[in-house]
């Protein structure tokens, strides 16, 4: 039997922990497994306006240069982390990893909190995010669109509560991207009025069509960090 329980679902990035108790053909006496799966949204969706016009990212990359995670118990007696430093890269289409950070194995007990913090590239200009996609105005014309984000943001998130984990359990971080929460707060006619460069696509950066860009960017520094408390529950 296979049980499956959602924990938490954020804004902006959004993570959920499942559980399974279904055996894994690859359990062994090393530990409970813990895998960390990466969503993102490519649908169109709307712009803050009472006119139709749509925005979406299909294509592009995001840059990480830490990934964390650390479970612990009352009085530290439990203890289970570890630490990615690299240069890893999501692919956007596919939500895929480069490299592959996807499972770990952790030590059975009885965990009270779990803490997973993931930190954006900035040790160069080279942006952290960078998202092809298109805008659909208001006639139904198309208009590419590239969203370039250079900061080394970190998006971080901490769950209190009682966690039984046992040896035959696998445990999903599902971590998605949406794009259609860090614009949740842009007008359409920004859009409309935005500049576009030589090849006729409408850049979102720190340099370019900026009024746009500090919205996002303030979107995104607020749903950076969550904290949630989760009493008496049990995995």
Not at 164 to 177: G, N, R
Request: charged share 25%.
């Amino acid at each position: 039997m296979k049980t499956v329980k959602s924990i938490l679902i954020i804004l902006g990035i959004s993570l959920v922990i499942f559980v399974s108790c279904e055996k894994d053909d690859t359990e062994s006496a090393e530990g409970a497994s813990f895998q960390i799966e990466f969503e993102t949204i490519t649908s169109d969706f709307d712009l803050k306006s009472n006119e139709t016009g749509t925005l979406e990212f299909s294509s592009g990359q995001i840059i990480l240069e830490s990934v964390e995670f650390e479970a612990s118990s009352d009085n530290d007696t439990l203890e289970a982390e570890f630490e990615i430093e690299s240069y890893i890269t999501i692919d956007f289409a596919t939500g895929e990893t480069n490299p592959d950070i996807s499972a770990i194995k952790i030590a059975p007990g009885n965990y009270t909190e779990i803490e997973i913090e993931l930190e954006l590239w900035d040790q160069s200009e080279q942006p952290s995010i960078v998202l092809n996609g298109q805008w659909t105005d208001t006639h139904g014309e198309s208009h590419p669109v590239r969203f370039e984000f250079d900061s080394g943001q970190d998006f971080s998130l901490e769950i209190e509560g009682n966690f039984t984990i046992d040896q035959e359990t696998t445990m999903i971080a599902q971590i998605t991207f949406d794009p259609g929460v860090w614009f949740s707060g842009v007008d359409q006619g920004m859009f409309s009025s935005a500049t576009t460069n030589d090849e006729g696509v409408i850049v979102i950066s720190s340099g370019e069509n900026t009024d746009i860009y500090d919205i996002v960017e303030d979107m995104i520094d607020l749903v950076s960090e969550v904290e949630i408390s989760i009493n008496n529950l049990n995995l």
